[in-house]
């Protein structure tokens, strides 16, 4: 394809002015949960929309909602060629502990073949990667012809706080979001020598359980012994919530699980990362997890549910003897593809009913929900994206289940009828989330050329 030689070549000359507006773009905090950066969301919306303009979008709208923006742009000037939805975020998470920080988290710097940024790789890189991915495509790889593509933009900010109004969006905008494929550059891949691509994603379901007693805290000397105390109650619950070979506990749960077969048990276990790789990732003393499945398979194909946090009582320096009047334990359930988040509120519901002691009383309140999704491995957008893949790093890619969600995806198959390409660039110890973020720089610059190729073989 000699379209993609000359795309490629521009992407080579021109990697400065990518790489100065990658930093550009690192450098504002676009922290969606924190009010006082709202206007930092709002300036990175503009910017995007800014990009899209510059790659030959002929209409662009940044869409305000009662959150943040929601960019949307278009180039459809490829008649009878496939439409591409491309699915991004601009928002990132808090950038706190700011000690652990080796420099500042919205001032990038680049240390050996690392760029350190809070959104460097979630997903501010792979976004970036994809958008002068067209940008070359669209002035040099077709020599003054139509895009091998029509191009929608549906890029967020608010992925890290739940999506909240993007499911609306999505359900009143069928026609405008209408296509033929999708790809979601918020992803990452196994190596920088080992590219792969995402084909389930587990959904989620996140609540607070709170226990409560007596109208205030106590004291533990006089009331001890005579009153429920809430932190044990929930304690209790809690551990319940978890037989001896790892399983859920709560009725139903597992009744809508797909299992997994033979296949992709094989599939999986081509992956390379090892046991002792994930405990090297994280730092704890051993594994472990539900009974009869591998580390991939638990975090992949295996639902979970998790306490992320417990508050009660006295927490203080030093000591205070109270009875607390209360307890509240925050849960998240990563959920597999064809599980009900409203099941599993109902499902947790029903457990703390038939488990809690009349001496205390309780609420189960959801606090955000989103599907999970399988996607086929045999469609045309996915064997381009295989192409792109093996042709771009010199090896085929290899399939795998993730473990985080994306919940997106599960709203645009249920919306739009569409499985969702998961092709991104970050790598799996890039720190998204935590302290000294980064993104490796050869493998970006690689997923701008599958990018690149990825278009012209989905236009072919």
Not at 29 to 52: H, I, M
Not at 397 to 410: A, K, L
Request: aromatic fraction near 6%; proline fraction near 7%.
């Amino acid at each position: 394809m000699p379209q993609v030689q000359k795309a490629l070549e521009y992407v080579r000359a021109n990697r400065d002015s990518f790489m100065n507006r990658y930093l550009d773009l690192l450098s504002i905090p676009s922290v969606s949960t924190l009010p006082e950066n709202r206007q930092d969301v709002q300036k990175n919306a503009l910017w995007l929309a800014g990009q899209l303009r510059g790659i030959g979008a002929t209409r662009v709208d940044v869409i305000e909602t009662p959150g943040h923006p929601i960019v949307y742009g278009e180039r459809l000037d490829a008649p009878g060629k496939p439409t591409l939805l491309v699915y991004g975020h601009y928002d990132v998470q808090p950038a706190d502990p700011l000690d652990e920080w080796q420099s500042d988290p919205f001032k990038p710097e680049i240390r050996g073949q690392n760029v350190y940024a809070r959104g460097a790789s979630d997903m501010k890189g792979s976004l970036m990667a994809f958008i002068m991915a067209a940008e070359a495509v669209a002035r040099q790889g077709r020599a003054g012809a139509p895009m091998p593509v029509n191009l929608k933009f549906l890029l967020e900010g608010e992925e890290e706080i739940g999506s909240t109004h993007l499911p609306e969006f999505i359900s009143s905008h069928r026609d405008l979001l209408k296509a033929d494929a999708v790809v979601n550059c918020d992803g990452t891949i196994s190596g920088p020598d080992l590219p792969s691509i995402t084909y389930a994603l587990r959904g989620l379901a996140y609540f607070e359980l709170e226990v409560r007693g007596p109208r205030q805290d106590l004291h533990s000397g006089i009331f001890g012994g005579s009153i429920a105390n809430p932190a044990q109650v929930l304690s209790e619950l809690i551990a319940g919530m978890h037989d001896a070979d790892g399983r859920v506990t709560l009725p139903g749960f597992y009744d809508k699980v797909r299992p997994l077969d033979e296949a992709e048990r094989a599939a999986l276990a081509r992956l390379p990362t090892t046991d002792g790789q994930w405990i090297a990732m994280t730092g704890s003393p051993a594994l472990c997890g539900e009974k009869g499945y591998t580390t991939l398979e638990r975090v992949g194909a295996r639902p979970t549910l998790e306490v992320n946090g417990i508050v009660s009582g006295f927490t203080g320096e030093g000591a205070k003897t109270v009875l607390p009047a209360k307890a509240m334990a925050k849960i998240s359930m990563r959920l597999v593809a064809d599980q009900d988040p409203a099941d599993v509120y109902g499902q947790l519901q029903a457990y703390v009913e038939s488990h809690a002691p009349d001496t205390v009383t309780w609420e189960v309140r959801e606090l955000s929900r989103g599907p999970g999704a399988i996607m086929s491995r045999d469609s045309v957008a996915m064997k381009a994206a295989v192409a792109a893949l093996a042709e771009t790093f010199g090896v085929e890619p290899v399939f795998r289940r993730e473990g985080g969600s994306v919940p997106v995806v599960g709203h645009m198959q249920q919306e739009l009828g569409l499985d969702s390409i998961m092709l991104g660039f970050g790598l799996p110890d890039d720190n998204i989330h935590g302290p000294n973020e980064k993104q490796h720089l050869p493998t970006l610059l690689k997923g701008i050329e599958a990018y690149v190729r990825f278009l012209e073989r989905l236009g072919a």
